[in-house]
């Protein structure tokens, strides 16, 4: 079943400052996910509270893998350059 939904990539601050990159198509679903821990990612869990810091729509689930792939490879100052936007997030 296909669907027109956008697809996001998301960054969330932990509330240690690390910063977590993903890809959704419902941002505020998957950030409960993550806060409720049990269908959120196992590296957020007892990392709370968790804050929704950027998010950018893209046009496709393999846009959003690209372009979260390449995030997660930035240091964690482009990162918070792009929270910032200081820098634009398709590098």
């Known amino acids: 079943m296909s669907t027109n ?7 969330l601050r932990t509330g240690a ?3 977590y ?8 679903r998957r950030l409960g ?4 821990g ?3 990612a196992r590296s957020l ?4 509270p968790l804050q929704l810091v950027w998010q950018w729509p893209v046009p496709d689930r393999s846009s959003a893998s690209r372009l979260e792939a390449k995030l997660k490879r930035l240091p ?3 990162k918070e350059r792009i929270v910032q ?5 398709q590098l």
């Not at 939904?5 to 960054?11: G, N, T």
């Not at 990159?21 to 505020?28: A, C, H, N, R, Y």
């Not at 996910?33 to 409720?36: F, K, W």
């Open 45 to 48: 869990r007892g990392k709370g």
């Open 38 to 40: 049990k269908a959120g």
């Open 21 to 28: 990159t993903g890809i959704t198509t419902d941002v505020e």
């Open 85 to 89: 936007g200081e820098l634009p997030p």
């Open 17 to 19: 400052g690390a910063l």
């Open 33 to 36: 996910e993550h806060a409720g």
């Open 76 to 78: 964690k100052a482009d």
């Open 5 to 11: 939904k956008p697809w996001f990539v998301y960054i």
